[in-house]
């Protein structure tokens, strides 16, 4: 972590900090310091393995599927939102101040764990905070999640996932190695998978659209997968 990052940081466990205090609930500002630490060191730990292992497999033949699993299944865990920016047509730092939307991501991230535990991929624990608990983030109320995040959410103000980007181009998308990918493990292990194979479907169809593809608010992506 930069020492930018950690000043952010900083300012954010305060900012939560004294929400709570000024009610008089320190529970909730020790929790909130705490869920944010873990939520950076989680992130960070996670980026770090993923990019390393990509770096170092061109050198080395590790011989070992429980490495090669881990990474997969890290490299969908931080992808999975690429799809549900690319179909609300909005800036990331947007459409992740939206609930609904953060809730189809929820979603997809469940169903990815899921197939996990049935092909036996039980990832490290790298954080206090493990990958099943970042639903659980995703989904809470969204004041305390741009807390929390703060230093995720502070990103350009047109930034969009690079299948946004593709979509835009009129280039094909990479939804099938993302949630195309969790359906098709899902078949495989007996995992039913509705909201990722929904969300292939849609962005299948808004690559055919083009530029008249539809913008889906968050309420109305979250009604079309069922999330």
Known sequence: ?????????????????????????????????????????F????????????????????????????????????????????????????????????????????????????????????????????PALLRSPTPLFATLARTQLTIGPDARSSMADDLAAGRPTEIGELQGAISDLGDRFGVATPVSRALTALVREAEQAGDVRRRWSGRELRRAVAA
Do not use: W
């Open 1 to 41: 972590i930069t020492g930018t990052d950690d000043d952010g940081l900083t300012k954010a466990a305060m900012q939560a900090r004294t929400a709570a205090d000024a009610s008089g609930d320190t529970a909730s500002a020790a929790e909130a310091r705490d869920t944010l630490d873990a939520l950076v060191l």
């Open 43 to 134: 992130k960070g730990d996670m980026g770090a393995y993923v990019r390393l292992y990509a770096f170092l497999s061109q050198m080395f033949d590790y011989g070992n599927t429980d490495y090669e699993k881990l990474y997969l299944f890290a490299k969908l865990l931080l992808n999975l939102n690429n799809a549900v920016n690319a179909l609300s047509g909005e800036p990331l730092a947007r459409q992740l101040r939206d609930r609904d939307h953060r809730r189809v991501l929820a979603a997809c991230q469940d169903e990815a764990l899921a197939v996990a535990r049935a092909a036996s991929v039980s990832p490290a624990r790298l954080t206090p905070l493990p990958p099943a608990a970042m």
